[in-house]
């Protein structure tokens, strides 16, 4: 500005204190717009202006030039994505939309309200739009309206059928809760998605998108002093400003002496607006038995949570199972043990290699998983029901025999 004294600058009333506020320069040639307010620009185009406060700055606001149907929408329909190439149809759609929704996820949640109210004044000036140019991120050029549509989506209590796990752990028995809770998920609803995250590990970004899609949440930590683990009260503070609706959570965790961090995550997921459950604390390192609570506090979480009765998805998941398990042991008996090794792949097979079938690490028994205390030359059938996947934090369930 200093070069370019007196030119005007056009913008809302709350952009004034802003920009005063930051380079304190009152005397600067300030034009203040209101929605519906016009600037000629020549060459038979003009400028339009909508304020869109808390979208999601104060001072935020559109700006539509008429002519070229552009909509210069400022912060929203934006992403934090730096691409060479310009538009939306010359990136990857998946990941386009993946990073659309991280985008609203973390920044635009707590003013859904605001975004569902300020689209539909836009929508109601019945404007035609051949272009979306943002403030960052791609712009919109094929068919541009995509993404508003998607806003209005998105703020509705937007909700994927996915629970979304996240823990910090000591001494990996947190983990094994969370594990194990994901397993009896799973097994009573496999058509629900759960994702598990350890938040020292994650970027929690990435995690709270994930929260966003979410029907609901539950959140692991081991208690220290008394409290939750740093890193989750951090998570549990930035979910509490994005103010999510209409979703439920619960609270888990291994303690020693007392269990003061998931009575303390409970109240902070109640308070952040969830319908909690009941939590679910295991003293010192889940046995089998703990281990077998933790799934069956899963399967419970997933009748409780579901979105429509699974009475008729559990009993047919469950029938082949049992004849799975049976028939073979009935054919062993009946036929040559030679014979049979061939027919069957058996899992307990001494020096059988196993495939996780979610992230493909390949549990090797003759290197065993020393970070889990399986020494060398552990057979399969000798791996503790605690196992977890080293790469993707899944249990054993998840792992088939490879033939070789």
Not at 327 to 341: C, D, G, K, R, V
Request: charged share 20%; glycine share 6%.
């Amino acid at each position: 500005m200093a070069r370019i004294p007196g030119t005007p600058i056009y913008c809302t009333a709350n952009a004034i204190d802003s920009i005063v506020g930051h380079h304190h320069h009152p005397e600067w040639n300030f034009n203040v717009v209101k929605t519906g307010d016009s600037l000629d620009i020549g060459n038979g185009k003009s400028l339009v202006f909508v304020e869109t406060p808390m979208l999601h700055w104060p001072d935020s606001m559109m700006t539509y030039m008429t002519g070229d149907a552009v909509l210069f929408s400022n912060d929203a329909f934006g992403q934090h994505y730096c691409d060479e190439r310009l538009f939306n149809d010359e990136v990857d759609q998946t990941e386009l939309m993946e990073q659309c929704l991280r985008y609203y996820a973390n920044i635009l949640t707590p003013f859904s309200p605001l975004v569902t109210a300020k689209i539909h004044e836009v929508l109601g000036f019945n404007l035609p739009v051949s272009m979306v140019a943002t403030s960052h991120g791609v712009i919109w050029r094929e068919n541009p309206t995509q993404i508003i549509e998607q806003y209005l989506t998105w703020a509705n209590e937007y909700k994927e059928d996915k629970i979304t796990i996240f823990y910090d752990s000591m001494s990996n028995n947190t983990r094994m809760m969370a594990d194990a809770i994901a397993q009896g998920i799973t097994e009573t609803d496999p058509n629900v998605s759960v994702k598990i995250f350890n938040v020292a590990r994650h970027d929690k970004n990435e995690i709270l998108a994930h929260v966003f899609g979410s029907k609901g949440i539950l959140v692991g930590s081991s208690t220290m002093n008394n409290v939750m683990m740093p890193k989750v009260a951090g998570m549990l503070e930035e979910i509490t400003s994005l103010r999510f609706k209409g979703k439920k959570a619960g609270a888990f965790g291994s303690y020693g002496w007392n269990g003061g961090a998931v009575d303390r995550i409970h109240a902070r997921l109640t308070d952040a607006g969830f319908f909690t459950t009941v939590g679910l604390k295991t003293k010192w390192r889940p046995d089998g038995k703990a281990i077998e609570e933790c799934r069956e506090h899963g399967r419970t979480i997933a009748r409780e949570w579901a979105l429509a009765p699974l009475t008729v998805k559990t009993k047919p998941s469950a029938a082949p199972v049992t004849p799975a398990k049976s028939a073979p042991l009935n054919i062993q008996q009946a036929t040559a043990p030679s014979t049979e090794s061939k027919m069957q792949c058996n899992p307990q097979k001494i020096g059988q290699k196993m495939l996780c079938t979610v992230c493909q690490w390949v549990y090797d028994p003759e290197i065993g998983e020393p970070n889990q205390e399986v020494a060398p030359g552990t057979a399969w059938e000798d791996v503790p029901d605690s196992f977890i996947c080293p790469e993707c934090d899944i249990g054993k369930d998840v792992f088939e025999p490879i033939n070789d």
